[in-house]
């Protein structure tokens, strides 16, 4: 079954990085589009920006360019998701979530478990 | 940029009831390019509608979607226990996808 399998929870200073990854199976890694998706302790859902697993492009929302950075390694079959300079605001749940047809306008399904970031002095 | 909102903010309905959540776009969406999402507390979001009224693989039909342009709805015929959680829509058809900001469905 298709099933994405995120890293474990991650403690970070303000200023610092942190690199998410998201590993897929049981399906074709290359065949499926990869979202990023946020969610701030108890705030609805925010979306981060798309990555396509095939050639590595990628499209950010303003709100993020130039500090998230998503890329992927098609031999581990797993998507990554960098984000730099962070703040307080950053604390949040990180999910990834593919693709649910083979389109780059497709919604989002399955995701993964998802990541809690906290970002704390 | 597409924004969506969604009412009510909060919804209180007792098993059994018919809940009716709306989902209203800032700009026309092409119905092609809607979908309703469920996530209940601890849990990534799951996809239960998309192309608007289309259930994903394994949705009961209790679950139905309908609405064009700027007015979406989701419709629960019959609400069982397992249903009660937040609900969110979201446009996936131009950049950036954005998502409601969620209707909470609790137990009246």
Same mark, same amino acid.
């Given at each position: 079954? &298709? ?8 403690v970070?200073? #303000?200023?610092?990085?942190?690199? &998410? ?5 049981? =399906?074709?890694?290359?065949s =499926? ?8 302790p108890?705030?609805g ?5 798309? &990555?396509? #697993?095939?050639?590595g492009?990628? $499209?950010y929302p303003?709100?993020f ?5 998503m890329?992927?390694d098609?031999s581990?079959? $797993? &998507? ?5 300079s962070?703040?307080?605001?950053? $604390?949040?749940?990180? =999910?990834?979530?593919?693709g649910?047809?083979?389109?780059? =306008?497709? #919604?989002?399904d #399955?995701w993964?478990q998802?990541?809690?970031v $906290?970002?704390?002095s | %940029?597409?924004?969506?909102t969604? +009412? ?17 776009? +800032? ?10 999402y ?19 693989t394994?949705i ?12 979406f709805?989701l419709t629960?015929?019959?609400? %069982?226990p397992?249903?009660f959680a937040?609900?969110y829509?979201q ?15 609790e137990?009246?």
């Amino acid at each position: 079954q &298709v099933q994405l399998v995120q890293s474990g929870a991650e403690v970070k200073k #303000p200023g610092a990085s942190v690199k &998410v990854s998201c590993k897929a199976s049981g =399906y074709t890694f290359t065949s =499926y589009y990869m979202h990023w998706v946020r969610q701030a302790p108890g705030q609805g859902l925010e979306w981060m920006g798309i &990555v396509n #697993p095939s050639g590595g492009g990628t $499209t950010y929302p303003q709100k993020f360019q130039g500090r998230v950075t998503m890329t992927r390694d098609t031999s581990t079959s $797993t &998507v990554y998701m960098e984000l730099n300079s962070l703040r307080s605001e950053d $604390t949040a749940v990180y =999910y990834c979530a593919r693709g649910y047809g083979a389109g780059s =306008y497709d #919604p989002f399904d #399955p995701w993964g478990q998802g990541t809690l970031v $906290t970002v704390s002095s | %940029e597409i924004v969506l909102t969604q +009412s009510p903010g909060t919804l209180s309905l007792s098993p059994g009831e018919r809940a009716t959540l709306s989902c209203r776009a +800032s700009q026309s969406v092409s119905s092609t390019y809607l979908a309703w999402y469920q996530q209940k507390p601890g849990q990534a979001p799951r996809l239960l509608i998309y192309g608007a009224s289309s259930r994903a693989t394994g949705i009961p039909d209790r679950f139905s979607g309908s609405g064009s342009g700027t007015d979406f709805t989701l419709t629960i015929s019959r609400l %069982e226990p397992e249903d009660f959680a937040m609900y969110y829509c979201q446009q996936y058809g131009s950049s950036p996808r954005a998502f409601g900001q969620g209707t909470k469905l609790e137990i009246k």
